[in-house]
């Protein structure tokens, strides 16, 4: 009679560990195209992703960079004061979008060119994402924003 009961709860512990193995790599799965990675410009120059890696790219847009063309893909490059990377974003850009602001951007980086499937820009006038703020400190360019003035 004992070992009938070790033998169940050793098959118990056995289909335990394969689920839980399973369940593990359906996550893991599931997950490989979710996790971007954020990367600023240097950092994209230095150690350039695969063509098929999916990453987040964020910084200013570079003054003078901006091309309209007369479709849909917009032009122009983003900054981190150390390098500039060409982006090109075909669909429709934030309203408050412009040179000089800060945006994030996803997408791949395909041949010396980041394509773009998603951008987003800053939502204030004081506003700048986190991980660009980061950046720009690292790179000693970052200026704070003039303390809001109270209106009496």
Known sequence: MKSLKKKRRIQIIAVAVVALTVSTGLIGYAMR??????????????EPPSPNETFRIGGLVEE????????????????????????????????????????????RYID??????????KHDETYMPKEVIEALKEQGVYQEADAAVPIN
């Open 33 to 46: 195209d979710g996790i971007n990675f954020f990367r600023a410009p240097a950092q994209v120059l230095a």
């Open 112 to 121: 010396g060119t980041f394509v773009a499937s998603d951008i987003l820009a």
């Open 64 to 107: 003078g960079s901006l091309q309209r063309g007369s479709g849909e893909t917009v032009r122009f490059k983003v900054t981190d004061g150390a390098a500039s990377i060409p982006v090109a974003f075909t669909g429709v850009l934030p309203d408050l979008f412009g040179e000089g602001e800060g945006m994030v951007g996803t997408g």
